[in-house]
């Protein structure tokens, strides 16, 4: 069973993984505000992603609410989210010919990166002081680097951070983080690989009543880096 399978069944949310390269046949599934949002991207590069994500979106609405035709939309943290159906957490990535899209009732964030070398630089940039340690002595070190980046990316686009966060202060080496700042939110990992690619999804678990949770304040210093996670 392959991982997005087993996790689709253990979590309970929907999926789509699309070929860039099968995208065209599909088009007609966009809105017209989605049709709009397409002609303003100019970088041909840009708009294939675009258009692979949202179709595998649609796919992934088909499965979930057996209704491709859910416009999608953003939230003012830039989070994609379904038209009618605010209370699902929508979360997309694309990268080298695949765009992959998760549809679920609890806020979850997924990324996907294809395993390759990265320079030392990489390492010392972007990851903190406990996964540098932790990848000393690993024979696969190129999947684990991999997937400590998606990890982050997974976690920061749960968050609704983007890339807008210094990944370094992000220590994933655990299975379940603790946000020092936000008692209320814990965020749960599952990682692993998949057609020569490193597989992150990051869910947000329920904070206990009374809780204090993330605000947009939070999320600006974030952002800015006057707090770090």
Not at 179 to 200: N, Q, V
Request: net charge positive; charged share 25%.
């Amino acid at each position: 069973m392959n991982f997005l399978k087993h996790y689709s069944r253990k979590l309970g949310f929907a999926y789509s993984l699309v070929a860039v390269s099968d995208q065209a046949v599909e088009r007609q599934s966009l809105t017209p505000g989605e049709e709009r949002q397409l002609a303003s991207l100019r970088n041909p590069g840009r708009r294939r992603d675009w258009l692979a994500g949202r179709l595998a979106a649609k796919k992934a609405s088909e499965k979930m609410f057996r209704s491709p035709d859910r416009e999608v939309l953003n939230r003012d943290s830039g989070q994609p989210y379904f038209s009618g159906r605010p209370d699902f957490s929508l979360s997309i990535t694309h990268n080298r010919g695949f765009a992959l899209a998760l549809v679920c009732r609890q806020v979850v964030g997924v990324d996907m990166e294809w395993i390759e070398p990265r320079p030392l630089s990489f390492n010392h940039y972007f990851l903190s002081s406990s996964e540098q340690a932790a990848l000393e002595g690993k024979p696969d070190r190129e999947e684990a680097v991999t997937l400590y980046w998606t990890r982050k990316e997974a976690v920061a686009k749960a968050l609704g951070l983007g890339g807008a966060i210094a990944f370094k202060s992000i220590d994933t080496t655990a299975d379940r983080i603790r946000l020092s700042r936000w008692r209320a939110e814990f965020i749960r990992m599952y990682s692993g690989t998949m057609l020569g690619y490193g597989l992150s999804i990051a869910v947000i678990e329920e904070p206990a009543a009374g809780s204090k949770v993330m605000t947009e304040t939070d999320r600006m210093l974030c952002r800015t880096g006057e707090v770090k996670i």
